[in-house]
C-alpha cells in the first residue's frame, strides 16, 4: 500500500508514497507549493489552479495529481510563479477585497500569497461586483464579497448526518456561497470556529470577535505564506 | 545637478498616506537633502510652478476634481506613484462600488439615521461642487501611473526605500514585512 517512489520538483530528488497528491508529498519534503483550495486528507477540488505545476511537461494541479514513480514536477520556475501570481490577481479583482478593513487581514492565505509573490496591483480591472453579507447565523457571518469558491466549507462542515452548512448557488458569474438557515441557527461555537479557521479568507467570520490579534502578531505579518513547511526542509 | 522634485497630493484618501511620509522621521532632513518639493500639502504650494520628476498620489478619483488634479500630475511629473489602497484599489471609500450614486446620496442626505431634518430633501448640488462620479476608481483605470505602493497606510520605510532608489538609481529590494495591504 504505501510503496515509496522517487520524484523530483525543480531537478532536486525526492521521495514519497505512490498514489499520495505531488502537494501533499512536496510538503512532506518541505516544498511549499500554495493552495486555497487544498485541505489535506479531504476530497481535493482542485478548484482555484494556484498549485499549478508542470509534471512531465504538462500542466497539472499538485493538489489532484497522484504522486507515480519518476515524476519530473516544475514548480518554482518563472512561468509557473507568473500564472500563480495573475491567478492571485484575478481572485483580488474578482471579488471585494477591502484588506483594510478586513478581520481575517494578516491570518489570510490568499492576501499571504499576495504578499509572497509580492502583488504590488493586480494587471486585470476591477470587479466591483455588489454582494451581499449574510448575517442570519447568530454564529457567523457569511461575507460574500471575499469568498474564493474554494470549497472548503462545503466538502468540510457538515452535521451530524452529514448534511452541509454550505453550498453554492446559482452559476457563472452568479455563483454564490450561501448557507442552510435552519442549520446555522442551531452551529455550535466549536464549529463556527472550525469553519471560520478552514475558510481560506475572510468569508467565514465569527461574530463578536474580530481584530482580536494586533498587528505584528498575526501569521503573515513577519514570515510569509509557506514558511512552516520550507522550515521543515530536510 | 539640481535636486529632484516632487509633488504630492491627496484625492479621495483620508491622509494617512501623507502622515506615513512624515513617518520617516529625522530621515526627512536627509529627504530635503536629495530633492525638493513643489506642489504639495507638506509644503502647501497649491499650484505647480515647474515640471517635476516625480509625483505621488494618495487615494483614488471619486469626484471630477479627483480626476482633474490626477489628470494635471500625470502632465507635469515625469513618473506617477499611486500611494497606499486608495489610490491602487479605490480603498474604503470604494466601499460604496456597486451601489448606485443615488442610494449613496439618499442615505448620506434624506434617509439615513443621523441624517437630521430635511424634509425637502435638499442635496448639495451647487456648481461649485465637484460632482461624484458613479464609482470610485483607482488611478491607473483613468492614466497611466508608473509604479504602486501598497498599504493602508503605506510603511514609512516602504515609502523611503522607494523614494530612495528612484532619485538614487539603486535597486529596489523590498524586505518581506514592508509589503502589506492593511
Ligand atoms: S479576505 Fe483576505 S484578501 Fe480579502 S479582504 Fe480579507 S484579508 Fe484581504
Ligand atoms: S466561504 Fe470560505 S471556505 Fe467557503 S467556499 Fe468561500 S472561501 Fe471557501
Ligand atoms: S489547491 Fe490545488 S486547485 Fe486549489
Same mark, same amino acid.
Given at each position: ?234 | ?52 520628476? =516625480?509625483?505621488?498620489? +494618495? ?6 476634481? $479627483?480626476? %482633474?488634479? /490626477?489628470?494635471?500630475?500625470? #502632465? &507635469? ?35 439615513? =439615521?443621523?441624517?437630521? +431634518? ?6 448639495? $448640488?451647487? %456648481?461649485? /461642487?465637484?460632482?461624484?462620479? #458613479? &464609482? ?47
Amino acid at each position: 500500500m504505501s510503496e515509496k517512489v522517487k520524484f523530483t520538483i525543480d531537478g532536486k530528488e525526492f521521495e514519497g508514497t505512490k498514489g499520495q497528491f505531488i502537494v501533499d508529498a512536496a510538503a512532506e519534503n518541505g516544498v511549499y507549493i500554495p493552495v486555497l483550495c487544498h485541505w489535506k486528507d479531504v476530497t481535493p477540488s482542485g478548484s482555484c489552479r494556484i498549485c499549478s505545476v508542470k509534471v512531465n511537461g504538462r500542466f497539472m494541479t499538485a493538489c489532484t495529481t497522484p504522486l507515480e514513480d519518476g515524476m519530473e514536477v516544475e514548480s518554482e520556475t518563472e512561468e509557473i510563479q507568473d500564472i500563480r501570481k495573475a491567478i492571485v490577481e484575478m481572485l483580488f479583482v474578482e471579488g471585494n477585497h477591502f484588506c483594510p478593513a478586513c478581520e481575517k487581514s494578516g491570518d489570510c492565505d490568499l492576501q499571504g500569497l499576495g504578499y509572497r509573490y509580492q502583488m504590488m496591483v493586480p494587471r486585470f480591472p476591477y470587479a466591483f461586483e455588489r454582494r451581499e453579507l449574510d448575517a442570519a447565523s447568530p454564529k457567523i457571518f457569511l461575507e460574500k464579497n471575499r469568498c474564493i469558491f474554494c470549497k472548503r466549507c462545503i466538502r468540510m462542515i457538515k452535521d451530524e448526518q452529514g448534511k452541509s452548512y454550505f453550498a453554492f448557488k446559482y452559476r457563472g458569474k452568479d455563483l454564490e456561497i450561501s448557507m442552510d438557515k435552519e442549520l446555522a441557527k442551531n452551529m455550535s461555537e466549536e464549529l463556527a470556529q472550525e469553519a471560520m479557521d478552514i475558510c481560506p479568507v475572510g468569508a467565514i467570520l465569527r461574530k463578536e470577535v474580530g481584530f482580536a490579534k494586533p498587528i505584528g502578531t498575526r501569521k503573515y505579518d513577519k514570515m510569509p505564506i509557506g514558511s512552516d513547511v520550507e522550515s521543515s526542509q530536510k | 545637478m539640481s535636486k529632484p522634485i516632487i509633488a504630492t497630493a491627496s484625492l479621495a484618501g483620508c491622509f494617512g498616506c501623507h502622515m506615513s511620509i512624515l513617518d520617516i522621521d529625522d530621515r526627512i532632513l536627509k529627504l530635503i537633502e536629495l530633492v525638493d518639493f513643489n506642489k504639495s500639502p507638506i509644503t502647501d504650494i497649491k499650484e505647480f510652478s515647474q515640471r517635476c520628476n =516625480i509625483g505621488i498620489i +494618495e487615494g483614488g478619483c471619486c469626484n471630477t476634481e $479627483n480626476v %482633474e488634479v /490626477l489628470k494635471e500630475f500625470r #502632465d &507635469k511629473c515625469d513618473i506617477l506613484i499611486s500611494l497606499g489602497e486608495c489610490a491602487i484599489m479605490g480603498g474604503l471609500p470604494a466601499l460604496r462600488n456597486g451601489i448606485p450614486v443615488k442610494e449613496c446620496l439618499d442615505e448620506a442626505y434624506c434617509d439615513g =439615521i443621523t441624517v437630521g +431634518e430635511n424634509k425637502e430633501k435638499i442635496m448639495p $448640488n451647487d %456648481e461649485e /461642487l465637484p460632482i461624484i462620479l #458613479d &464609482k470610485v476608481y483607482p488611478l491607473h483605470e483613468i492614466v497611466k501611473v508608473d509604479y504602486y505602493l501598497p498599504g493602508c497606510p503605506p510603511r514609512a520605510d516602504l515609502i523611503w526605500e522607494a523614494v530612495v532608489a528612484l532619485v538614487t538609481g539603486d535597486e529596489l529590494k523590498i524586505p518581506y514585512e514592508l509589503v502589506k495591504f492593511d
